[in-house]
């Protein structure tokens, strides 16, 4: 199978697509089928080494030659191909459908209407709120189109059951919507060179945006002695968070460390003694998953798709999104207890073993491919 693979972020971004386009290309390259990625990239990088075709469109371009741009290289690709698997750029996928038209899956792992209206501030709802609220004319008319362009796909793919009913109410036939949970990939950890900090280590690994609650770690964090914290990743939200650190007066405990590759992921997470997504959304969070393979126990909130990865408890803790005061009470308990951190550690384990792996993966996304390509 001939597989067009269009992807708005892919390394050395950071972020859900950005760990598992190349994990999933790789594997379909292995199993004998022709792999084109499509993507959008700071900076030109070397692809050699990957067993499938990379095609990188500067993403500082100006956004309408971009669009044209990125529109007609997945056409190109579309035309050798037997099923387009757009993970974002979805517009684009869409559109490039009227110059090569190809069976059209989509792996759908948000809502990009709610997350640029509250980037750019234009709502404080949370996401099922703003799916049921009037919103501006702005952003119902991005709604909108949210809604139009993923009802052209043959089928979507949705990481947690969370996101597949979202995904259904936007108007997509439920029988058209699968749930597949993701698989990490598991390289070997690389470790980072950090300075010596006689105190417990803190991961915090992602995108920089609001809902990803990162200021409330660091408001929270300046209360608990000798506890540092490490962000890997970039984002808009950078300079507000190293202003927010300032302010506070703990720069010196809050470091920020750019994007890293996967390899560089799992050594920072070996590195560190618990990994916190304070978030007040996730569709499935994949560094859940990467800190369970990493054996680095998880401090989460109990919002969208993550209470399907972790059990409370068992797996890791969940707490109440946007409850500072509950933050620190579960970091002081969790910092404080080495034997709660190795229980949570096992379980970890455990339920990557057991639910999320790559075999039972591809088995269930060559089946929905190969479905829309018949």
């Given at each position: ?14 972020g859900g697509p950005a760990s598992y386009v190349p994990r ?293 803790w969940l707490i109440p999104s946007g409850d500072e005061a ?49």
């Amino acid at each position: 199978m001939r597989i067009c693979l269009p992807t708005g972020i892919f390394p050395p971004d950071i972020g859900g697509p950005a760990s598992y386009v190349p994990r999933i290309a790789r594997a379909l390259a292995e199993r004998g089928h022709t792999v084109q990625v499509i993507t959008l990239s700071d900076a030109p990088q070397d692809d050699r080494g990957y067993p499938f075709a990379v095609e990188r469109i500067p993403r500082g371009m100006a956004r309408l030659p971009r669009m044209l741009r990125t529109i007609a290289a997945i056409a190109r690709a579309a035309r050798e191909a037997d099923v387009v698997y757009a993970n974002g750029l979805f517009i684009e996928a869409v559109l490039a459908q009227a110059i090569a038209p190809r069976p059209l899956v989509m792996k759908v792992v948000g809502d990009w209407a709610w997350e640029r209206a509250t980037l750019n501030r234009r709502t404080h709802d949370g996401l099922e709120d703003f799916q049921r609220r009037r919103q501006g004319p702005r952003d119902e008319a991005v709604k909108w189109l949210r809604t139009q362009v993923t009802r052209r796909a043959a089928h979507v793919i949705a990481p947690s059951r969370y996101l597949a009913e979202i995904v259904s109410a936007w108007g997509v036939e439920r029988r058209r919507v699968s749930v597949i949970y993701n698989a990490p990939d598991l390289p070997l950890p690389l470790a980072i060179d950090l300075p010596p900090f006689e105190g417990r280590t803190i991961a915090v690994i992602g995108r920089l945006v609001p809902h990803k609650g990162i200021a409330s770690l660091i408001r929270v964090v300046k209360a608990i002695e000798r506890v540092r914290v490490l962000i890997a990743g970039e984002g808009p939200s950078r300079p507000s968070l190293e202003q927010i650190a300032s302010d506070l007066g703990v720069s010196s405990r809050v470091t920020f460390l750019d994007a890293i590759p996967g390899e560089k992921v799992a050594g920072l997470l070996r590195q560190s003694d618990l990994m916190v997504l304070n978030s007040t959304y996730e569709g499935l969070p994949h560094v859940v998953l990467e800190a369970f393979a990493a054996g680095t126990p998880v401090l989460a909130t109990r919002v969208g798709g993550t209470p399907e990865v972790v059990e409370h408890g068992v797996s890791g803790w969940l707490i109440p999104s946007g409850d500072e005061a509950e933050l620190g009470r579960a970091l002081r308990m969790l910092l404080g207890d080495a034997a709660l951190r190795e229980r949570l550690r096992a379980g970890g384990r455990r339920t990557l073993e057991g639910r999320f792996r790559l075999d039972s993966l591809m088995q269930q996304t060559l089946s929905v491919l190969e479905g829309a390509a018949r």
